[in-house]
């Protein structure tokens, strides 16, 4: 995943586990309404996330390392 890429993902993600405590596809899905995605990718994207470790989500770097050492996501 490129810099850019991982910015924008995990901006959005930390504002949706901030907000409701996970990572909702729908959240997902307005956020990046200008990506072209499918229905699939982004409840790919959900799903990883939702299941990385707790420790993983508590800090935005710690998230930014985790998406982008995630080949799944790429």
Known sequence: ??????DILRRIVWES??????????????GLREWIL???????????IN??????KKTEKFLDDFLDDNETIE
């Open 17 to 30: 586990i901030k907000k409701i405590g996970k990572v909702a596809t729908n959240y997902l899905k307005n």
């Open 51 to 56: 299941n990385a470790p707790d420790s993983l």
């Open 38 to 48: 499918d229905e699939e990718d982004y409840k790919k994207i959900a799903k990883e």
């Open 1 to 6: 995943m490129d810099s850019l890429t991982t």
